[in-house]
T-cell receptor, first 111, second 115 residues
């Protein structure tokens, strides 16, 4: 079992819809959870982080964390074609600072 | 530009040659990380520094890899006797803050191709 799992996609949504990206992790001691966006050929760009159970909103983005279920998600409201990218979920383990990444979910927003 | 910078952006080398990459972190950040990313995968952690001290190394970091951060500012990653399997994007990230709230910001990466 991988430490951080994501569906590779592609996830295809129409412009203006809500995109829902999911991530599960295996280490119950994981402390902080991150979503990065990566365009093809570019480096990861931080979108949001969350470390408490519940929801955290930033503009069109909402991160949701459920530590009991070891599940973190990212909702993108009013999806735009420019949101088309690979979304990487990353976690930090207990007492560790290094990020452990999933393989990413490719999102396609259809105009 | 006050973000993380990396040099070179691209490197093509022949198998068996040595290569060195440089990373300049965001100026006020005291932690610096190196990751490696291959096609279709997420970045994999290699090593990290807090100031000039190298605090953690992944088992992915074979003895052909060495990293330094001599004055707690920029860092170098050297790969000796490169192999075709070393072809990847090498990413540097920097950060500051408490363990829970720390966020890492990535540089543009160095893309290595070993022929």
């Amino acid at each position: 079992q991988k430490e951080v799992e994501q569906n590779s996609g592609p996830l295809s949504v129409p412009e203006g819809a809500i995109a829902s990206l999911n991530c599960t992790y295996s280490d119950r001691g994981s402390q902080s959870f991150f979503w990065y966006r990566q365009y093809s050929g570019k480096s990861p760009e931080l979108i949001m982080f969350i470390y408490s159970n519940g929801d955290k909103e930033d503009g069109r983005f909402t991160a949701q964390l459920n530590k009991a279920s070891q599940y973190v998600s990212l909702l993108i409201r009013d999806s735009q074609p420019s949101d088309s990218a690979t979304y990487l979920c990353a976690v930090t383990g207990a007492g560790r600072r290094a990020l452990t990444f999933g393989s990413g979910t490719r999102l396609q927003v259809q105009p | 530009d006050t973000g993380v910078s990396q040099d070179p952006r691209h490197k093509i080398t022949k198998r068996g040659q040595n290569v060195t990459f440089r990373c300049d972190p965001i100026s006020e950040h005291n932690r610096l990380y190196w990751y490696r990313q291959t096609l279709g995968q997420g970045p994999e952690f290699l090593t990290y520094f807090q100031n000039e001290a190298q605090l953690e190394k992944s088992r992915l970091l074979s003895d052909r890899f060495s990293a330094e951060r001599p004055k707690g500012s920029f860092s170098t990653l050297e790969i000796q006797r490169t192999e075709q399997g070393d072809s990847a994007m090498y990413l540097c990230a920097s950060s500051q803050g408490s363990p829970v709230e720390e966020t890492q910001y990535f540089g543009p990466g160095t893309r290595l191709l070993v022929l």
